[in-house]
């Protein structure tokens, strides 16, 4: 595996890839791997004949960039570069934020998808989905991937992306992966480690209220804002603090009605000083009316 920094080095290996007509894979991430980024790697190589992985902390995603949350971001790059080479990738490309931003991020070009920004996640985090879809965009731009592949995990963020490269015709083919989960449910992150050890056993209930919830659905219960509100009270009393717990349409996140069959429960809490996501998706047919 070869580490590189610059989009020029980029540039020139993935164009040998290219003009010998082999596939490339692209998986963006910030780094602090897990089995949750392995599993998007292991995905990415059955996918074509090279794997290009980038690490890179994108300050344009974070409310704060100068510090809170994106200085204390955790980056463990050594650690990650071994994971990496011994999952088979090929290329990792690591720049530096001025690599990226070479004019710094703050009146650069940016990417925005309306609508599906604003809503959950993009209420709480205003430029988060600008950030994300910015950089992507330049990544797919720097790469020029067959396949880019993206974890389920972040749904809202995955409908995103898969937005502006129809709409901005990236001739990229979108790959979602579930959620890879620790053995009591909890979906894996980097952020997992901001827990102390009394929140991470509490963080478990995180996943088996989603999961309440979906079996309500699925036995075919049509008051959704009884199930919504019931979970938002769960969660409470086990110690989060929700921003949203919603029953949506799984491909557009408007708000889910009897009506809708494919469905997905998507939450974001705190739990402490940790913002957690997760959602889970479903299929339900019948339902009664409210
Ligand atoms: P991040 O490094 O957190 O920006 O994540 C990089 C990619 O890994 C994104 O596409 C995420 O959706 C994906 N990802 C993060 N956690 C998980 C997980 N537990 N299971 C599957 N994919 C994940």
């Known amino acids: 595996m070869q580490s590189i920094t610059t989009i020029a080095d980029l540039r020139r290996r993935v164009s040998l890839w290219r003009q010998a007509g082999e596939r490339i894979a692209l998986v963006p991430t910030m780094g602090n791997l897990h ?32 510090g809170g ?3 204390h971001y ?15 990738v090929d290329l990792l ?23 599906i920004s604003d809503i959950l996640c993009g209420v709480f985090r205003p430029s988060h989905f600008v950030g994300v879809a910015t ?36 001739p990229v ?12 449910g909890l979906a894996m992150s980097s952020r997992n480690q901001y827990l102390s050890a009394e929140e991470r ?10 999961q309440t919830a979906k079996e309500r659905l699925i036995s075919g219960e049509g008051d959704i804002a009884a199930i919504e509100s019931d979970a938002e009270k769960t969660l409470r009393e086990a110690g989060f603090c929700p921003e ?18 494919a469905l997905v429960i998507l939450t974001a809490t705190w739990l402490g000083e940790t913002r957690l996501i997760d959602n889970i998706q479903l299929r339900r047919h019948g339902a009664a009316p409210a």
């Open 74 to 88: 955790p980056r463990t790059f050594e650690v990650d570069q071994k994971k990496l080479m011994e999952s088979g």
């Open 35 to 66: 089995a949750g980024h392995l599993q998007l790697v292991e995905t990415a190589r059955r996918q074509a004949n090279h794997v290009v992985v980038s690490i890179f902390v994108n300050p344009m995603q974070f409310s704060d960039a100068s």
């Open 69 to 71: 949350d994106f200085e």
């Open 173 to 184: 083919e979108i790959i979602g992966v579930p959620t890879v989960r620790e053995a009591d």
């Open 93 to 115: 490309f690591f720049p530096a934020q001025e690599e990226m931003y070479p004019a710094g991020f703050k009146n650069v070009t940016r990417v925005m998808v309306p609508g």
């Open 244 to 261: 949203y717990f919603t029953v949506c349409r799984a491909d557009d996140l408007q708000p889910a009605t009897t009506a809708d069959t």
């Open 135 to 170: 950089v992507v965009a330049k990544f797919f731009n720097m790469v020029q991937p067959d396949v880019a592949v993206f974890g389920e995990k972040d749904y809202q963020q995955l409908l995103v992306i898969r937005r502006f490269t129809e709409e901005l015709c990236f």
């Open 201 to 210: 056993q509490r963080a478990a209930a995180l996943y088996r209220t989603l």
